[in-house]
């Protein structure tokens, strides 16, 4: 599965589950880390977990391993390192304090519908 591909099935299980703002960063020309950095919002602590969850859940099915996640259980940012694809859970808060949005803006925002 690309990376594309991988992208798009987290979003939907992202979108599943309600996610709110979500965003999609294409930092393949900018980091080797991975090639798209896909940030959403949750609600509250259960909310996070539970996008998190589907997320896991359905890349998984489709055969796609999860490398590494952080911040599961404080939930206040998940990080979830599919290789290729990274995910971004935050709660409101620590969104608006991390803004990784601006912190990675040499990548391009894209929308799903850009996605191959």
Known sequence: ????DMTKLAIAALEDKKA???RIIDIREVSVIADYFIIASG???SQIQT???????KLG???VALKQ???YDNA????????DVVVHI???????????ERIWRDGRQIEPSELQ
């Open 76 to 83: 206040n940012w998940v990080l979830m390192d599919f290789r």
């Open 90 to 100: 935050f709660d409101r808060e620590n969104r608006l304090f991390y803004d990784l």
């Open 43 to 45: 609600n509250n602590r």
């Open 1 to 4: 599965m690309n990376s594309e």
């Open 51 to 57: 996008l998190a969850d589907n997320v896991q859940e």
């Open 69 to 71: 996640v952080e911040g």
């Open 61 to 63: 099915r489709a055969g």
């Open 20 to 22: 709110e703002d979500i």
